[in-house]
DNA sequence: GCCCCGGCGTTACGTTATTACGTATGTAGC
DNA sequence: GCTACATACGTAATAACGTAACGCCGGGGC
């Protein structure tokens, strides 16, 4: 179904993305290590070696503002650009794209400061259509 | 000196953002609390508190990937737009700047979204010129 | 067999942030 | 003056987030 996207999981590894697929929204470490102390989850490194690993992977991304993680969102994780993430503060959606342009001028500015990039976090606060208040 | 910018700020307030000024860089909390124990801090919460204060009236920057606050970098901090910072992994430097075209196209997205933005972060991970082996 | 390495489990600890409660001070209305 | 209210403050306790250090195990290369 999906295409070959990453290196074989790991037991941990596949039960802790597991966890953020299913959440469909982020969760913290901490939440995952509840969760999962059925199948055998004891202490919170647990969580974060797996998740070390597949935020390397690019499967899953940190949300910086809220310390927590999510899924990546796109299917099978196929090669894509830096992410950017809105996060509705009423309902705690997280809605992830991809500011292809905005990113670029980003660049920008880094290579007229000589500046190396590696990372980049893009978090927006705010509040969703939906629970924008209609009337 | 400075133009009038800001609301009168209580002492604490103003203590804690002397010890970011000074700073020149970004502080923990802690080590905000650390630097005031003499003045008479005692407890973490003193310290949230102001920066609370300081970071609603704009003088104070939060940086989500640090835990980390600094003091913003316009004199008088008058008013501007949103605020972009890159952190240099090898020697801590932040190098404040204001994306201001990155962040039109953000909400540009935001638009089409119908997302009501009240908050943006973005923090740029790497390696600053002067850290960046030249050889 | 032997070594190395990556992943794992566990304990303990360090760091960051908040809840809860009570006190002090200023100001507006009466 | 007095009350009511809001804002700031002080303190203690605790919650939430993250890491260091140790040792074990299993698989691959030689």
Not at 53 to 73: D, I, T
Not at 86 to 115: H, N, Q, Y
Request: aromatic share 8%; net charge neutral.
């Amino acid at each position: 179904m999906s295409v070959e996207t990453h290196p074989d999981l790991t037991k941990n590894q596949a039960l802790v993305f597991g966890s953020l697929s299913d959440a469909g929204g982020p969760l913290t470490a901490y939440a995952i290590l509840d969760l999962l102390r059925d199948s055998g989850f004891r202490a919170p490194l647990q969580v974060y070696r797996a998740l070390d690993k597949l935020v390397e992977y690019g499967m899953v991304h940190r949300l910086e503002s809220l310390n927590a993680f999510v899924a990546c969102s796109h299917k099978g994780c196929s090669s894509h650009g830096t992410a950017a993430f809105a996060i509705c503060e009423k309902c705690g959606v997280v809605s992830e794209f991809t500011p292809d342009k905005a990113m670029s001028l980003l660049r920008d500015w880094t290579k007229s400061e000589g500046f190396q990039l590696s990372r980049t976090t893009i978090e927006l606060r705010g509040t969703c259509r939906q629970c924008a208040v209609p009337n």
